[in-house]
């Protein structure tokens, strides 16, 4: 099992908003470790999509956007298009493995 | 423009060993620390292990460590990882990945190769 739990899916409505969480603990999140987020499309590597909880990469539409609470995440995806159905991924760090972790993966899907 | 290229993939038994490159491009490489993540269908993305800018610190997952050595040639711009004692479940495509320099604390990876595909069968 992955450190960073996300839900295996999410879908919404071209147009509508969706948001993926990821969970962590007071060894990663909990303990104010950056989150990060990538998204990958199916047979590529993933894309930073955002750093250090909220930021943007250049290039990222302003649709994603990042926040924090607690020893959780999430990634809010407003203005849903179609290109946006692919896997999503959150990182942090973790202090008792000390190693980078990843979250389980959400698969987002527009209906 | 930034580029990442993988090599060295393929099948090996359990227990065997095999190289893996990542030859990069575009940008100053001794300039980024440099990392190799995993992804297996399974268990998703697992970070492997990092090395520093200047080769001289390196760190490891517990599951790779005493069996995986990452290593860099700044002078040939390529990042290496040596993989010993290979199990079944190192069966996985990949990565490697340059850590970003945007200024927040915990390493993002901001370019990402293809990957290579790793199999271990026997």
């Known amino acids: 099992q992955s450190v960073l739990t996300q839900p295996p899916s999410v879908s919404g409505a071209p147009g509508q908003r969706v948001t993926i969480s990821c969970t962590g603990s007071?060894?990663?999140?909990?303990?104010?470790?950056?989150v990060h987020w990538y998204q990958q499309l199916p047979g590529t590597a993933p894309k930073l999509l955002i750093y250090g909880h909220t930021n943007r990469p250049s290039g990222v539409p302003d649709r994603f956007s990042g926040s924090k609470s607690g020893a959780s995440a999430s990634l809010a995806i407003t203005g849903l298009q179609a290109e946006d159905e692919t896997d999503y991924y959150c990182q942090s760090y973790d202090s008792s493995l000390g190693g980078y972790v990843f979250g389980s993966g959400t698969r987002v899907t527009v209906l | 423009q930034v580029q990442l290229v993988e090599s060295g993939g393929g099948v090996v038994q359990p227990g065997g060993s095999l190289r893996l490159s990542c030859a990069a491009s575009?940008?100053?490489?001794?300039?980024?620390?440099m990392h190799w993540v995993r992804q297996t269908p399974g268990k998703g993305l697992e970070w492997v292990a990092a090395i520093s800018y200047d080769g001289n610190n390196k760190y490891y997952s517990d599951f790779v460590r005493g069996r995986f050595t990452i290593s860099r040639d700044n002078s040939k711009n390529t990042l290496y990882l040596q993989m010993n004692s290979l199990r079944n479940e190192d069966t996985a495509v990949f990565y490697c990945a340059r850590e970003g320099n945007l200024a927040v604390a915990v390493a993002h990876f901001d370019y990402w190769g293809q990957g290579t595909l790793v199999t271990v069968s026997s």
């Open positions: 575009g940008f100053t490489f001794s300039m980024h620390s």
């Open positions: 007071s060894s990663n999140i909990g303990a104010g470790f950056d």
